[in-house]
């Protein structure tokens, strides 16, 4: 089955700053990637995805990108705020409904 | 829409007695997931649904696991005995049509504590 591994595993940066999170993937049939953001005692929220078929998708601060060869894909935040503090996660699926998620990456804004 | 609705937020038992979480999809949906989260293991698929039927149960850690959707709109998760082990955030979720690389929608939640 699919294994999707995420580094860093927490990550502090000051407000402003750039945010990045990694995530690889084994499958190599996968071709959609999505990032959830968990704040605090809430609920999984789907803030940006990403299909094979595309190499970047930005939406405002947040971008994704995906090397489809060496079957990695980062999120990218940009001039971080604390609202940004939150657990992110990344998954991978292919072509049914099943989607495996990486383990969550921490992210802290430093004010 | 009020979204996926979860009962109970919290559940605290003994163990060894059995639980039972409850899942109200979208409505309109049909699909619908059970995963459990942890410190350890993240986010975790348990089951998935397909128009009230099992797609995948293969993400059930084992016999004491079961879950049922007897109807589009109710779904749950049993786990009879419980075990300290199994404390955990148990999280359903559904997409609209069921199709592939569609989009999760999670509800709130049952934080389980097994003691």
């Known amino acids: 089955g699919e294994n999707v591994e995420q580094h860093p595993s927490t990550l502090s940066v000051q407000e402003g700053d750039s945010a990045v999170i990694k995530c690889t993937y084994s499958?190599?049939?996968?071709?959609?990637f999505p990032w959830y953001k968990q704040e605090l005692g809430k609920r999984p929220q789907l803030i940006i995805d990403i299909r094979s078929n595309v190499g970047e998708k930005k939406d405002q601060r947040i971008a994704v990108t995906l090397n489809k060869t060496a079957k990695h894909f980062s999120l990218h935040i940009t001039e971080t705020q604390p609202e940004d503090s939150a657990v992110y996660f990344c998954?991978?699926?292919?072509?049914?409904?099943?989607?495996?998620f990486g383990t969550g990456t921490k992210l802290q804004v430093i004010p | 829409d009020a979204g996926v609705i979860q009962s109970p937020r919290h559940e605290v038992t003994e163990m060894g007695q059995e639980v039972t979480l409850r899942c109200k999809p979208i409505s309109g949906h049909n699909s619908l997931f059970w995963y459990r989260q942890t410190m350890m293991r993240g986010l975790e698929l348990l089951i998935y649904f397909n128009n009230n039927v099992p797609i995948d149960d293969s993400g059930m850690p084992e016999d004491r696991f079961s879950a049922k959707m007897p109807n589009a709109s109710f779904s749950t998760l049993k786990i009879q005995p419980s075990e300290p082990r199994d404390s955990a955030v148990y999280f359903c979720?559904?997409?609209?049509?069921?199709?592939?690389?569609?989009?999760?929608?999670f509800g709130s939640g049952t934080q389980l504590s097994v003691l």
């Open positions: 499958d190599s049939a996968s071709n959609y």
């Open positions: 998954a991978a699926s292919r072509g049914y409904q099943k989607v495996t």
């Open positions: 979720a559904s997409s609209p049509t069921g199709a592939a690389n569609e989009k999760l929608f």
